[in-house]
């Protein structure tokens, strides 16, 4: 008997993807984003954390390129799409029609300056916006 695939397991970060991919040419932004709103949806915003972290550094590691792995990138993102994934979207993209601002490419651009993503420190470790802070949901 196999252990079912949890939030921290390879397995479910592959199924996510294989999800994602099934009607892409291309793992583009607009495939990120789907990735890790399934991934906030499913498992919620802590562990999608840890599951498209491990899931992205696992995947460029055996590309050859762990380096390409941004600690402050894949948090802010999973932190945005979070702070709107619990709207009342029934599919990917009615989600992305409601919050058309996630699939810039460049939105994180509004919160942090150029030179502070580029850093060593922000792509191995998390680095608060310096421009704008994030949006945070109501309390």
Do not use: C
Request: hydrophobic share 45%; no cysteine.
């Amino acid at each position: 008997m196999t252990t079912p695939a949890t939030p921290a397991t390879p397995d479910t970060f592959d199924e996510l993807l294989r999800e994602v991919m099934a009607d892409a040419e291309r793992f583009g932004h607009r495939q990120h984003v789907r990735l890790t709103w399934l991934a906030v949806r499913r498992h919620g915003a802590t562990a999608a954390l840890d599951l498209i972290g491990e899931g992205i550094l696992r995947t460029a590691t055996k590309a050859g390129a762990p380096q390409k792995f941004h600690v402050t990138m894949t948090r802010a993102w999973v932190e945005l799409v979070a702070l709107h994934a619990d709207d009342d979207a029934t599919g990917f993209e009615q989600f992305a029609a409601l919050h058309p601002d996630l699939l810039d490419k460049d939105l994180l651009a509004r919160h942090y300056r150029p030179g502070t993503l580029a850093t060593e420190q922000a792509r191995t470790a998390w680095v608060e916006p310096d421009l704008a802070p994030f949006p945070r949901a109501a309390a």
